[in-house]
């Protein structure tokens, strides 16, 4: 069966040794939203850094019906847009506009065209009146909602989104989660806000020491009490 994120078996080792991932297998069905839960070091940003070819390990990573290595890397991150746990390694351009923009002008799209992203994207992070700003010299909410606003000016099909919610405040986090709500595409979305998951994922993988631990129905795995005790999810 052919899903729209397919990763099997998936190791990696950091040049320094360390192997963060373990043999990763991880199955999303097209528009599924998953939540990607577990403890700080389990391995969730060094997968989702593989799936856009970031990073590439041994084992097989497909995306959209493409492996995920060259020559397919140019297609594959028009397909796949990532929001990386730090905004600042996103965040590069002298405006918040170039920064938006520069996805949708790297597609070759006409001005009138990136301008009508630009503007759509921050509209849907609610920063519109940020667009002449600095990136960098905004708060780090604000520089997450931009960074969000940087992905979805790309129209991805598959959302990867690296704790979007963490720094934002309640107003912001909100706003963050209706607008993923109504967006209709796959996604996978890491976090420690269990509240978010249970709002947003239909479904829930567990990672912990580099491997996907537990992946089923959201409800079945918040549920499992024991699980998340054992993976450090609750305190
Ligand atoms: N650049 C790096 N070089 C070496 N080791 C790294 C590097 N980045 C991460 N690691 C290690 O890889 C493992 C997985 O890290 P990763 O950042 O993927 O975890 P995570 O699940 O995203 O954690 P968090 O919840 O804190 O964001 C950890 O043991 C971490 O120390
Ligand atoms: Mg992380």
Same mark, same amino acid.
């Given at each position: 069966m052919h899903h729209t994120v397919d990763v099997d078996n998936l190791y990696f080792r950091y $040049? +320094? *040794? !360390? &192997?963060? %991932? !373990?043999g990763v297998t991880l199955h999303i069905a097209p528009n599924v939203k998953m939540g990607l839960v577990g403890p700080n070091g389990a391995g969730k940003s060094t997968l989702m850094l593989h799936l856009n070819g970031i990073l590439q390990g041994e084992g097989s990573v497909f995306v959209a019906g493409m492996e995920v290595k060259e020559p397919n890397l140019p297609y594959v991150r028009a397909a796949v847009g990532i929001v990386f746990q730090n905004p600042d390694d996103q965040l590069f351009s002298l405006t918040v506009f170039d920064d938006v923009a520069f996805g949708p002008l790297h597609m070759g799209l006409s001005h009138a065209e990136v301008r009508q992203r630009v503007d759509e994207a921050l509209a849907a992070v609610g920063? &519109? /009146?940020?667009? &002449? !700003? =600095? =990136?960098?010299? %905004? =708060?780090v909410g604000e520089k997450k909602r931009i960074a969000i606003a940087t992905v979805l000016s790309m129209q991805p099909e598959i959302l990867v989104l690296d &704790? $979007? =919610? /963490? *720094? %934002? +405040?309640p107003r912001a986090r909100r706003m963050l989660i209706n607008l993923l709500k109504r967006l209709e595409m796959t996604m996978l979305i890491s976090t420690h806000d269990l509240a978010l998951v249970a709002e947003l994922g239909d479904q829930t993988a567990v990672m912990d020491n580099g491997q996907v631990v537990a992946c089923g129905e959201t409800a079945a795995i918040l549920a499992d009490h024991a699980l998340l005790e054992r993976h450090g999810l609750v305190a």
């Open positions: $040049p +320094d *040794g !360390r &192997e963060a %991932l !373990r920063m &519109e /009146a940020y667009v &002449e !700003r =600095s =990136s960098h010299h %905004l =708060s &704790e $979007p =919610s /963490a *720094g %934002l +405040d």
